[in-house]
């Protein structure tokens, strides 16, 4: 049977620009002072414009790459957490300007127009002179290896007591042997300790691979990856095992892709979900912005039936000053009712998000969540954790961060969500105050609060954490109180619990690094603590 579907997506952005105008000039450096397992601390002359959340950047084999998300900032130096999985050394310099910030640099000037930009991102500073052939650089490697031991206590049965062991590994091989062959690999070997018999016998079912593909590159715009790969331009896709091809053109980005979706279960190779399909991805610059569109279409199968036909787009840009906007949407092009196959064309999944910020003390976003649901294959969160974040992902979100003086912060959010399976909507609303480098104790204390209303839940969360840098001992120690009151409306039982939280990391013994988190709740009847605990070096 032969199917002619043909579509037509629009989506009019506003988008924001993550800096502010004077920094748009020239780029504001900074280097690295000392990094913990939990943080990355970056040195500046003074960080004026900024902002909690913003993102900084490394310049690699000529890129600016995004590296780093701030999390906390004083006048001289700010928290980082880590977004590439390399090694941060000592007196590295960090760009903070956002890749949107980035001009396609000539030697001589021109008039600002739309350039169309062929490779993927991230963005290459060049100059557009005369062709000449990339030499290959010299074999890259680095990586990451982490143990870590995750123990479950608590006052009322010991079986319910265990110990969970986790092993990580992240590893890269950038251009073997001066070719163009590139490897990676993320993978986890996780298991109970009681339960080791089975898992001896069985050693697939602890083990997930996220990542592990060879990746040839033709040309600076022409490349091979083989194996399992999680593509950027099709990230919603989800990881694929097989082939995917990629070519830029002087105008566009083509992407062929054949393979197979992991196992639902297990997320292990299963060939019998095979899938394939064909992106096109167009990156454009405007003067100092910028805005990347892709659009695919894809067939998956079950037991090699046709099992889904959709279309794929995603955009992002920050055409209009002090904005910014992200937005993606799937559209099935087939459906199966009653075993007869049927053409259709329907909105399956739709994400928009957009931030403002037309001064650097204030900002503004929104976003509307109409995803599928989350799959976790694993996760350290808590029934209290699950619950507000499964209330606060999907339907209609806004966010609102003041900062009136250079050390307070004070953020507000609403979200609201219908869905047809709900008896009523529903609303959650809260805010956090932050103060950062407090006098004295030169430490960063956070307010939260969250009210959540459903039809099936009704309840409050309130939580108080102060941060400290031990910087003569490269040291981090966080320590925090959290009490949550749910009531569940169609039944009688209420979660009212109280938790302590407390956390060192140190980066002292290098190159390993050594962190300790501790979490204990405590409700009516019923004591049960976390203890978490990990050892990890780069290389």
């Given at each position: 049977?032969?199917y002619?579907?043909?579509?037509?997506?629009v989506i009019?952005?506003?988008?924001?620009l993550?800096y502010?105008q004077?920094?748009?000039?020239?780029?504001?450096?900074?280097?690295?002072?000392?990094?913990?397992?939990?943080?990355?601390?970056?040195?500046f002359?003074?960080?004026?414009?900024?902002?909690e959340?913003?993102?900084l950047?490394?310049?690699?084999?000529?890129?600016?790459?995004?590296?780093?998300?701030?999390?906390?900032?004083?006048?001289?130096?700010?928290?980082?957490?880590?977004?590439?999985?390399?090694?941060?050394?000592?007196?590295?310099?960090?760009?903070?300007?956002?890749?949107?910030?980035?001009?396609?640099?000539?030697?001589?000037?021109?008039?600002?127009?739309?350039?169309?930009?062929?490779?993927?991102?991230?963005?290459?500073?060049?100059?557009?002179?005369?062709?000449?052939?990339n030499?290959?650089?010299?074999?890259?490697?680095?990586?990451?290896?982490?143990?870590?031991?995750?123990?479950?206590l608590?006052?009322?049965?010991?079986?319910?007591?265990?110990?969970?062991?986790?092993?990580?590994?992240?590893f890269s091989?950038?251009?073997?042997?001066?070719?163009?062959?590139?490897?990676?690999t993320?993978?986890?070997?996780?298991?109970?300790?009681?339960q080791?018999?089975?898992?001896?016998?069985n050693?697939?079912?602890?083990?997930?691979?996220?990542?592990?593909?060879?990746?040839?590159?033709?040309a600076?715009?022409?490349?091979?990856?083989?194996?399992?790969y999680?593509?950027?331009?099709?990230s919603?896709?989800?990881?694929?095992?097989?082939?995917?091809?990629?070519?830029?053109?002087?105008?566009?980005?083509?992407?062929?892709?054949?393979?197979?979706?992991?196992?639902?279960t297990?997320?292990?190779?299963n060939?019998?979900?095979?899938?394939?399909?064909?992106?096109?991805?167009?990156?454009?610059?405007i003067?100092?912005?910028?805005?990347?569109?892709?659009?695919?279409?894809?067939?998956?199968?079950?037991?090699?039936?046709?099992?889904?036909?959709?279309?794929?787009?995603?955009?992002?840009?920050?055409?209009?000053s002090?904005?910014?906007?992200?937005?993606?949407?799937?559209?099935?092009?087939?459906?199966?009712?009653?075993?007869?196959?049927?053409?259709?064309?329907?909105?399956?999944?739709?994400y928009?998000?957009?931030?403002?910020?037309?001064?650097?003390?204030?900002?503004?976003?929104?976003?509307?969540d109409?995803?599928?649901?989350?799959?976790?294959?694993?996760t350290?969160?808590?029934?209290?954790?699950?619950?507000?974040?499964?209330?606060?992902?999907?339907?209609?979100?806004?966010?609102?961060?003041?900062?009136?003086?250079?050390n307070?912060?004070?953020?507000?959010?609403?979200?609201?969500?219908?869905?047809?399976?709900?008896?009523?909507?529903?609303?959650n609303?809260?805010?956090?105050l932050?103060?950062?480098?407090?006098?004295?104790?030169?430490?960063?204390?956070?307010?939260?609060?969250?009210?959540?209303?459903?039809?099936?839940v009704?309840?409050?969360?309130?939580?108080?954490?102060?941060?400290?840098?031990?910087?003569?001992?490269?040291?981090?120690?966080s320590?925090?109180f959290?009490?949550?009151?749910?009531?569940?409306?169609?039944?009688?039982?209420?979660?009212?619990?109280?938790?302590v939280?407390?956390?060192?990391s140190?980066?002292?013994l290098r190159?390993?690094?050594?962190?300790?988190s501790?979490?204990?709740v405590?409700?009516?009847?019923?004591?049960?603590g976390?203890?978490?605990?990990?050892?990890?070096?780069?290389?």
């Open positions: 049977m032969i002619k579907q043909y579509i037509f997506i009019l952005f506003s988008s924001v993550h502010s004077s920094d748009i000039e020239g780029n504001k450096k900074g280097k690295v002072g000392y990094v913990s397992s939990q943080f990355v601390y970056v040195n002359q003074n960080t004026d414009g900024i902002n959340g913003d993102t950047f490394i310049k690699s084999k000529n890129k600016i790459v995004p590296a780093l998300i701030v999390r906390h900032l004083s006048t001289s130096s700010a928290a980082c957490e880590r977004m590439l999985d390399q090694n941060f050394k000592q007196d590295l310099v960090i760009y903070a300007k956002s890749i949107d910030q980035q001009i396609i640099t000539t030697q001589t000037e021109k008039p600002q127009i739309l350039i169309p930009v062929t490779n993927s991102q991230p963005i290459e500073e060049t100059k557009i002179t005369s062709v000449t052939k030499k290959k650089s010299s074999t890259e490697i680095s990586g990451r290896y982490s143990i870590q031991s995750y123990t479950d608590n006052n009322l049965d010991q079986a319910y007591e265990y110990q969970r062991w986790r092993h990580s590994l992240r091989a950038q251009n073997i042997g001066n070719s163009g062959l590139s490897l990676s993320y993978t986890i070997f996780s298991y109970r300790a009681d080791w018999s089975s898992v001896s016998s050693l697939g079912k602890a083990l997930k691979i996220y990542d592990l593909n060879l990746n040839y590159r033709f600076e715009s022409t490349q091979l990856w083989l194996g399992r999680l593509n950027r331009k099709i919603n896709i989800s990881v694929i095992d097989g082939l995917q091809f990629e070519n830029g053109f002087s105008f566009l980005t083509l992407g062929l892709v054949v393979g197979s979706r992991p196992d639902f297990n997320f292990g190779l060939t019998k979900l095979f899938e394939y399909g064909v992106y096109l991805n167009r990156i454009d610059t003067g100092t912005a910028f805005m990347e569109n892709t659009i695919s279409i894809f067939e998956q199968t079950n037991d090699f039936k046709t099992d889904r036909r959709f279309v794929y787009f995603q955009h992002t840009n920050n055409i209009l002090h904005t910014y906007l992200f937005a993606s949407a799937e559209v099935d092009l087939y459906k199966r009712i009653n075993n007869i196959p049927e053409s259709d064309f329907s909105l399956t999944s739709l928009v998000s957009g931030r403002y910020a037309p001064i650097r003390q204030l900002s503004f976003s929104l976003s509307y109409e995803r599928k649901n989350v799959i976790y294959y694993e350290f969160k808590s029934l209290s954790d699950s619950i507000l974040e499964n209330e606060m992902r999907k339907g209609l979100r806004a966010r609102a961060v003041v900062r009136p003086f250079n307070v912060s004070l953020g507000l959010q609403y979200g609201y969500r219908f869905k047809q399976s709900d008896a009523k909507p529903s609303d609303y809260g805010g956090n932050s103060f950062t480098m407090i006098p004295f104790i030169e430490a960063s204390t956070t307010f939260d609060f969250n009210r959540i209303q459903s039809s099936y009704d309840g409050y969360v309130y939580s108080v954490n102060l941060y400290k840098s031990l910087m003569s001992i490269s040291s981090d120690f320590i925090g959290r009490k949550t009151d749910y009531t569940f409306v169609n039944s009688t039982y209420k979660l009212n619990e109280k938790a939280l407390v956390d060192f140190t980066s002292v190159p390993f690094s050594f962190s300790i501790y979490e204990g405590f409700e009516s009847t019923r004591t049960y976390r203890i978490l605990i990990d050892l990890t070096t780069r290389f």
